[in-house]
């Protein structure tokens, strides 16, 4: 009986520890963006906005050499090794992000850029392990279901304030303004990830039969020979770019005072102001997948994808036409307090593009493996790869920016958005059927 009660207590730290680390994967990955603000403002990056999204590029380029691999080290050395990896590069990348705010200009900024680097493999491994851990841990079936549900609403609540806790260190941003200012989000990052490693290298976890396949085995077909597989990858690809390409390029036009960015006369804290539109855009994206939640069951992926695109589309669409001086208020914090506070209109429609995007992945992903049988473990390798979307478009989002002006930018989620409407419309289907699976 005490073995059995301390079996149960060990599996409830296990479930704590996972949750936790669910929540630090949009910690980090949400990290990018708001202090590419402090570094875009350096004098030795002269208000670059590619520049600036270079953190949140190099965070997302990891998954392209990562992607795969985290797959084969769940078969190697299982579940709790894989996690401790994470954990471990997780710790490592942060702690060189926060030695990058010691070194001043481009040196400084390289660091950065290595540590964001590092910290991409840490949330592709945790990625890769989190999900079928906690299933592991709760059992299966509805119970692991729901312990992954839970843990996919702290990851978007972590995600949610992260931009909003870093828009508030830095309040107004200026070319004095160092990495200093969010030494204490660091400094959280760095404690959680040491408590996480820490506990659960006493935690006895026990894989699963995997039932692993032989490597040596050859298939006949791959998920390559899918049509719908291939346009769908291509359709995962923009869609990361396009839910970190919004709020991130959000951030930067809210955060810029300058006669480029969102206002039209002085303000104050503009940076806390932006981290916390930005902030709403993942809140709303938390709504959107807990209402889906109770539609799913009822309402097709194929549909739900023609209609929150098409509403996407239309969204931006207005934001681009519409200018800074047609304004909106919204809930925020200024810096000083939490208050209805004017931004431009365009701002609040690229916000509501978070009740969008928040059905994308796991729409895009049910309809890109649909019949894909035993090809389906390879897809899900090659889904994780092309997670490097979310640094990639977010950055020609950016060159744009600055060479057209912010608004002009999301031209390319435009793009991308019309473009996963027509392959849900059109090409979502399985047309090779007659391929044995």
Not at 56 to 63: E, I, K, L, T, V
Not at 184 to 199: D, E, H, K, R, T
Not at 202 to 214: A, N
Request: hydrophobic share 50%; proline share 4%.
């Amino acid at each position: 009986m005490e073995k059995t009660n301390t079996k149960q207590n060990g599996s409830i730290i296990a479930i704590i520890t996972m949750m936790f680390l669910y929540a630090m994967i949009a910690f980090v990955t949400n990290l990018a963006a708001p202090i590419g603000v402090v570094w875009k403002n350096q004098p030795e990056i002269g208000g670059s906005n590619m520049l600036g999204m270079m953190g949140n590029f190099m965070n997302f380029f990891a998954y392209l050499f990562m992607g795969i691999p985290a797959g084969r080290l769940l078969t190697k050395i299982g579940y709790k090794k894989t996690a401790l990896l994470g954990i471990a590069f997780g710790f490592v990348g942060v702690f060189i992000q926060f030695l990058s705010g010691f070194p001043s200009g481009m040196t400084g900024f390289i660091v950065y850029l290595l540590g964001a680097f590092v910290s991409g493999f840490s949330v592709c491994l945790l990625n890769t392990v989190v999900n079928p851990m906690l299933n592991l841990l709760g059992g299966g079936g509805n119970r692991g279901n729901q312990l992954n549900l839970i843990g996919g609403t702290l990851n978007s609540l972590a995600g949610t304030l992260t931009p909003m806790l870093v828009g508030a260190l830095i309040g107004q941003v200026s070319k004095s303004t160092t990495m200093t200012k969010v030494n204490l989000v660091l400094y959280i990052a760095l404690a959680v990830f040491a408590a996480a490693f820490i506990i659960l290298s006493f935690i006895p976890i026990q894989d699963p039969e995997l039932g692993k396949t032989d490597e040596t085995t050859v298939f006949e077909h791959s998920p390559w020979s899918f049509r719908h597989f291939t346009l769908g990858v291509i359709a995962i690809f923009v869609y990361v770019g396009v839910e970190t390409g919004i709020p991130g390029t959000l951030n930067f036009y809210i955060s810029d005072t300058s006669t480029s960015g969102a206002w039209t006369s002085a303000v104050a804290n503009a940076a806390a102001i932006g981290g916390f539109v930005a902030g709403t855009y993942w809140l709303l994206m938390l709504v959107g997948r807990f209402v889906a939640g109770f539609i799913a069951d009822k309402v097709s992926s194929r549909t739900m994808m023609m209609c929150a695109t098409g509403l996407g589309m239309i969204l931006i669409i207005c934001a681009i036409l519409i200018p800074k001086t047609v304004t909106a208020s919204m809930p925020l914090f200024t810096g000083t307090a939490f208050k209805m506070t004017t931004i431009p209109l365009s701002a609040v429609l690229l916000v509501l593009c978070g009740l969008c995007t928040s059905i994308m992945w796991a729409s895009i992903f049910n309809l890109s493996t649909e019949g894909l049988g035993k090809y389906t473990a390879q897809a899900s390798g090659i889904f994780m790869m092309m997670v490097v979307g979310g640094g990639v478009l977010p950055l020609i989002q950016n060159f744009i920016a600055d060479h057209a002006g912010y608004m002009v930018s999301y031209i390319i989620p435009l793009l991308a958005m019309a473009y996963m409407f027509v392959y849900s419309a059109f090409f979502s289907k399985n047309v090779n059927k007659d391929i044995p699976v």
